[in-house]
């Protein structure tokens, strides 16, 4: 009988939490949206979108440099130091090869 009543209980509660739930989450994707619809806002991600797409050539070039650092870095404390020169680097390097 405890165990019934128990489950009873529970899904009450289930039922009752999830109409409010969801209710809540309509009433926030609704607001959302409406923001999302704001000239304003659209008119700043546009802005965004151009500030990406004018400094991604930078931005790259910027994490490129900091991947080879932090390779470097790693390699330096685990006491590694491959040979990290592309073939071409190293005909160069040395002519003949």
Do not use: F, S, W
Request: charged fraction near 30%; hydrophobic fraction near 40%.
């Amino acid at each position: 009988m405890k165990k019934v009543l128990l489950l009873t209980g529970a899904a009450v509660g289930y039922v009752l939490g999830a109409k409010a739930g969801r209710e809540r989450y309509d009433q926030i994707m609704a607001t959302a949206k409406g923001v999302a619809r704001d000239p304003r806002v659209q008119q700043k991600a546009r802005e965004a979108q151009t500030a990406v797409k004018e400094n991604a050539p930078v931005v790259k070039d910027k994490v490129a440099e900091a991947a080879g650092n932090a390779k470097a870095a790693a390699q330096d404390k685990l006491g590694k130091h491959e040979d990290t020169r592309t073939t071409a680097d190293a005909g160069a390097a040395y002519p003949g090869t």
